[in-house]
């Protein structure tokens, strides 16, 4: 009799706790897409198919309402972008050669742009990589205050010290992300 009552006490805690990861992610995933200026339903939208975006993490509600290590007088989804970087669009790879094209010709009255500069050197030697799955980027939206007019390696440095002593793992963003993300 014991043995009935735990496993069912079990099965009801079980079944708890599936229900609150279900509301803890459908809030998440509400709160995303009311801040997410490029997610799966704007790709299809304007640029193609990507497939299916993968889940937010569980905790995403709680870092985009948290405060900004940044600017700490706001939240950081005041300060942020959460944007879907897609493996494939339209069946092809994700590749900033892509996305260039894919921003000259948008679908359904999205506004064409394209790149100010973007040399051959660069198309050569990073054109055509490509994230091996899509993901989401979660990415201030303004340089980082005392960042500007220094090294690269001043940069990653200043990124590392804000990383090492917060709940996100930031870091410096690809160019792929940058060009997708504005």
């Not at 394209?114 to 040399?119: A, I, L, R, V, W």
């Not at 990653?156 to 002593?165: C, I, M, N, Q, R």
């Amino acid at each position: 009799a014991n043995t009935a009552r735990y496993e069912t006490v079990a099965r009801a805690n079980e079944a708890e706790s599936t229900a609150r990861d279900q509301e803890i992610a459908q809030t998440s995933n509400a709160l995303a897409a009311a801040l997410t200026p490029l997610g799966e339903a704007e790709w299809k939208q304007y640029f193609g198919d990507v497939g299916s975006a993968p889940d937010l993490p569980s905790d995403m509600a709680a870092i985009l309402d948290g405060p900004c290590p940044f600017w700490p007088d706001k939240q950081v989804k005041d300060t942020h972008l959460l944007v879907l970087i897609p493996a494939t669009v339209g069946g092809v790879p994700f590749t900033l050669n892509q996305l260039g094209e894919l921003i000259k010709h948008p679908k359904n009255g999205g506004h064409s742009t394209k790149y100010s500069f973007y040399g051959d050197s660069v198309k050569a030697q990073i054109g055509e990589q490509s994230p091996p799955r899509s993901y989401w980027l979660l990415m201030t939206r303004d340089v980082l205050p005392e960042s500007q007019n220094k090294s690269y390696a001043a940069q990653k440095e200043l990124v590392a010290g804000y990383a090492s002593g917060g709940s996100v793992p930031y870091e410096l963003p690809s160019v792929l992300e940058v060009a997708t993300a504005i």
